[in-house]
């Protein structure tokens, strides 16, 4: 049984307006704003038509929670983004949990 504590650390809401102070993933191919700025920590996420992404990553809030430890959370998971590094000192991965994309996070802090 998975013992892994998960923390929420954001909610992730598709869209197709562009909003204000976007900045671009560009390696993934979508735009994101508003996690930085939100007291209850959502983001706004727009994709180009030819992101790579899954459909349901792209149609479907996500929530994210923070792990840590990021393989432990993901084992025997319906796993459906490959753990990546978007960033330095973070680790993620999706995975479908009832029908759902769920975000897990690991962060390492230097």
Known sequence: MNREKYRFHHLGI???????????????????TGLENSEFKIEWMRFEDDC??????????????QVDNLEQAIEGRQLIIEPNSPSKGVKVAFIVENQAPVELIEIKED
């Open 52 to 65: 790579s992404l899954p459909e349901i990553v792209q149609t479907v809030p996500h929530l994210a929670f």
């Open 14 to 32: 598709p869209t197709t307006k562009k909003r204000k102070n976007e900045k671009y993933h560009s390696d993934l191919k979508f735009y994101h």
